[in-house]
C-alpha cells in the first residue's frame, strides 16, 4: 500500500498541475524544482557551523559541522538527474545527517547536464573525495574517517567515488545509498512496474539519461552504471536505502545484493511505501525522517573512531 501521504502528495501535485520535469527545459526544471522544496521540505535546522567553500578548480562545496572537535565526515552528492538539485536543494537534508551522525558533511556542487556530460560529474565526485581528504585538517575532520553517500543520482555518483577511492588504494569507510542510480540501462523490473504514476517516471527517467548519458554505448560503463562494474570487493561497509513505489527500487536492491556477492558488509532497508524523492520531503512525509535518522544512526556506527 503507498503511504497516504504519499498519495496524498501525488493528488496535491495532479490538482495543482505541477508539469512533469520531462516536459520542461534543464534551466527551467531547475528552477521549478528550487522553487517546489519549500513546500515539502522542513524548515533547516540550526547546526554549529555552515560553510560555502571552493576547490582550487572552482568546484563548490558546502561544509556543515554539527559540532567542535576533530569530525569524521560524509561527501554528500545530492540527487536531480545529474541535471538538476544543487547545494541548496539538499541543504535540509546535508544539516539533517550532521545532527543525527554526529559527522561533518561536505554538500558537492558537482558540474551538471546537459552542459556538462557523464563523466563531468563523476569526475568532480572524486575530485571532491580527494580534496577533503587533502584539506582535512583546515575542514577540522579525521581523513580516516571519510564516508560518500547520495541520493538517486547522487547515490549513483557516492558508489562510483567509492570504487575510485578503491582502485586508488585510498579506501573509503563507508557508503551511504539512497535509491542509487546503479544501472543506466534501467531494464530492472521496478521500472516497468513503477514506472508512471509516483513522481519519478520512465519519461522523465529517459529525459535525465538523455542529457547526462545521451550515447547509448556509455551506459554500460561502470562510471555510469556501479552495477555493472567488473570488481565490487573490498568496498566499504554499505546502506542502502530504496523506496517501494519507485522505479529505481529494484536497482538498489540489486546492487545491495551484488556488494553483498562481492564480499562486502552491507545493511539493506526497503521502505515499501514510499516514492522516489521521499527523504527530502519531511515536511509532509513522516517517514522522511525515519530514513534520515537510520542514516545517521549508520553514519554515527560506521565512522566511529578506532579504539587504541
Known sequence: MLDPQ????????????????????????????AERRAF?????????????????????????????????????????????????????????LALASGCAVLSVDYRLAPEHRF????????????WARREAVALGVDPARVAVG????????????????????????????????TDMRAIAPSHA??????????????WFRGHYVPDEASWTDWRAS????????????????????????????????????AGNRVQYVGFERQIHGFVTMGRVLDEAHTALALAGAFLREALAPVAA
Open 6 to 33: 504519499a498519495r496524498a502528495l501525488l493528488d496535491l501535485m495532479i490538482d495543482k498541475r505541477v508539469p512533469p520535469v520531462h516536459t520542461l527545459q534543464p534551466a527551467e526544471a531547475r528552477r521549478f524544482y
Open 40 to 96: 515539502t521540505q522542513p524548515d533547516a535546522p540550526p547546526v554549529a557551523e555552515v560553510r560555502d567553500l571552493a576547490t582550487d578548480a572552482g568546484l563548490a562545496l558546502r561544509l556543515v559541522r554539527p559540532g567542535e572537535g576533530v569530525l569524521a565526515l560524509l561527501v554528500y552528492f545530492h540527487g536531480g538527474g545529474w541535471t538538476i538539485g544543487d547545494l541548496d536543494t539538499h541543504d535540509v537534508v546535508c544539516r539533517t
Open 119 to 130: 563523466p563531468a560529474a563523476v569526475d568532480d565526485a572524486v575530485a571532491a573525495v580527494r
Open 150 to 181: 547520495g541520493d538517486s543520482a547522487g547515490g549513483n555518483l557516492a558508489a562510483v567515488a567509492a570504487i575510485a577511492a578503491r582502485d586508488a588504494h585510498e579506501p573509503l569507510a563507508a557508503q551511504l545509498l539512497i535509491y542509487p542510480v
Open 193 to 206: 512496474a513503477n514506472g508512471q504514476g509516483y513522481l519519478l517516471t520512465s519519461d522523465s527517467i529517459a
Open 226 to 261: 556501479p552495477l555493472l562494474a567488473p570488481d565490487l570487493s573490498r568496498l566499504p561497509r554499505a546502506l542502502v536505502i530504496t523506496a517501494g513505489y519507485d522505479p529505481l527500487r529494484d536497482e538498489g536492491l540489486q546492487y545491495a545484493d551484488a556488494l553483498s556477492a
